[in-house]
């Protein structure tokens, strides 16, 4: 059983005033646990406190409170070293918590960190950095960069409504991907290395974060209607592949974005600048703490 935890958090992430830190590490000091909180820091010295703390023999495992981006950075101080990584999910979307199965309480989450399974996650890389579940250019990369951050900490999900609709109103990408050597044309594209995308909704069934290796989704349509349709029908479990179609779902193990105008990027749901952008399944694995009976598991 793991007692002893250090903690680096993102106190902007999610709603403000949500208790769950606070309430997970209360039930962890109840059980026994000591818990170290890293100082809020920029992301480059919270990187460096993670590798610190996982180098210094201290602690049974890292444990990274936030929404996906933090989890990504804590992931990438972690890959090979053998200490195990925990999460508080206290983003808006959370898609790494759908992704195990992690449900959203206190005792979920101290069960978890204390006596869950620990599993050998598949890092792919972009542009050389590290991310546990996708790569997106253009729409979705639009909606992210224009986020208001202090509106998404008061009202959550609803802060997204005005920049899907202005991504959807806008003139579309034209984005030249080549998926395993091969060439295509979209206008939006998604690399996933885990089957959800935006919280709950399964966008890449065939992939999975236990398992090395992309799917790469590939948006064709010119038509706000259809694209709208489309983002309906992910929200309700429907999206579908239409070989030659609107909608292209490729297995990849290597992929390449590029446009004649720079479009935006996102990773992980944070703003990756961007393209062009090289997206590979690569070799890095981090150790990543799940819930005892996690679909990925039971798989």
């Known amino acids: 059983m793991r007692r002893r935890f250090f903690l680096v958090e993102n106190p902007g992430a999610g709603v403000a005033g949500s208790p769950l830190v606070e309430d ?10 000591s818990v170290a909180r890293c100082p809020n820091a920029d992301i480059p010295s919270a990187r460096t406190a ?8 201290s602690y049974d495992a890292i444990v990274a409170a936030g929404g996906d981006g933090t989890i990504r950075h804590a992931a990438a101080s972690l890959i090979g070293a053998n200490m195990p990584l925990g999460i508080i999910p206290v983003g808006t979307g959370n898609v790494l918590a759908h992704e195990i199965g992690l449900a959203r309480t206190p005792p979920a989450i101290t069960r978890m960190l204390l006596e869950g399974p620990v599993a050998t996650v598949a890092c792919a890389e972009a542009n050389g ?21 202090r509106l998404k900490s008061r009202v959550g999900k609803a802060a997204y409504a005005a920049p899907l609709l202005g991504a959807i109103i806008r003139p579309v990408d034209t984005l030249s991907i080549t998926v395993d050597g091969r060439r295509h044309v979209a206008t939006w594209a ?63 193990a290597r992929a390449i974005i590029r446009a004649r105008r720079p479009v935006p990027v996102q990773i992980d749901g ?20 799940l819930p005892a009976a996690t679909p990925a598991i039971r798989r």
């Open 24 to 33: 997970a590490v209360r039930l962890l000091t109840k059980a026994g646990a």
């Open 50 to 57: 993670v590798r610190k703390a996982a180098a210094s023999g």
């Open 129 to 149: 950095e590290p991310f546990l579940l996708m790569v997106g250019a253009g729409f979705d990369a639009r909606v992210v960069g224009a986020l208001d951050q």
């Open 190 to 252: 998604v690399i996933a290395n885990a089957r959800h995308y935006g919280g709950r909704f399964v966008l890449a069934p065939r992939a999975g974060i236990l398992e090395r290796g992309l799917e790469a989704i590939l948006f064709k349509t010119r038509n706000r209607a259809v694209l709208l349709a489309q983002l309906m029908s992910l929200a309700a479990g429907r999206l579908e592949p239409v070989h030659g179609g609107d909608i292209e779902m490729l297995p990849c």
């Open 270 to 289: 944070d703003a990756f600048g961007t393209t062009p952008v090289e997206v590979d399944a690569g070799t890095r694995e981090v150790r990543l703490i």
